[in-house]
């Protein structure tokens, strides 16, 4: 039996001297694929399937139990740049989408053909972006509208992953609130354009470091 699966190659392994299988993040998670002749210089499909592209994939189900599917086709939609300057993030990104087996990713499939259109210029957001979609997907999903504490929609004040958003005057000892960077919190939930309008590297920057934080913390990744 064929069928179709469309996501993002996070992971590779050499098996035998032409082949390998991929680790395919998609929609519902993480499905790993056996790839034939992949590795040969003639294939058609070796480039589509490099680490970080997002491709549509024709699968062949194996009749034996426990065996992988076996690729037919891969299409590429959507490359992810070679390019040095985007080591680290490649990297992390690699780290974060393998946490995410058995989760819901809809729209961080949905989000990631589109955030690559801007990952060579904007980087430190596109990861920011990227990373939030990774939170939650896990289902932890931040109140980005009003104080946790008390829904109050005024006078917010401080933004704090672990307790779950935005707090307000009353509930945080925060004097001098980070606008800017309040600002960038409640735009990261919207399209990745109005995002990029809204934050400054900076502030994609400080937002990286507490969503890893808020990760390492909690045991989903490990250092």
């Known amino acids: 039996m064929e069928f179709e699966l469309s996501g993002i190659v996070i992971n590779k392994q050499n098996v035998n001297e032409f082949d390998e299988i991929i680790s395919l993040l998609t929609d519902k998670g993480i499905q790993r694929i056996f790839c034939p002749g992949v590795n ?7 480039p589509s399937i490099l680490i970080l592209n997002l491709v549509n994939c024709e ?12 690729l037919k086709t891969a299409s590429l939609i959507k490359n992810f740049p070679t390019d040095y300057r985007l080591l680290n993030i490649a990297n992390d990104l690699k780290t974060f989408f393998n946490c995410l087996d058995n989760c819901n990713n809809i729209n961080l499939i949905k ?7 801007f990952i060579l210029s904007k980087s430190d957001k596109v990861e920011a972006y990227l990373l939030f979609l990774v939170v939650s997907s896990l289902g932890f999903k931040p109140n980005l509208n009003s104080c946790i504490e008390c829904n109050n929609v005024e006078n917010i004040v ?66």
């Open 40 to 46: 040969k210089t003639n294939s058609k499909n070796g």
């Open 59 to 70: 699968v062949i189900k194996s009749e034996t139990r426990n065996l992988l599917p076996r």
């Open 111 to 117: 989000e990631y053909g589109h955030c690559l259109d």
């Open 158 to 223: 401080d933004f704090k992953l672990y307790k779950g958003g935005f707090l307000c005057s009353m509930h945080s000892n925060i004097v001098n609130a980070d606008v800017s960077l309040l600002r960038s919190w409640y735009w990261i939930n919207k399209k990745f354009e109005q995002f990029d309008l809204n934050c400054s590297n900076l502030n994609a920057i400080k937002i990286n470091n507490e969503l890893k934080m808020f990760l390492y913390d909690n045991n989903i990744i490990y250092r």
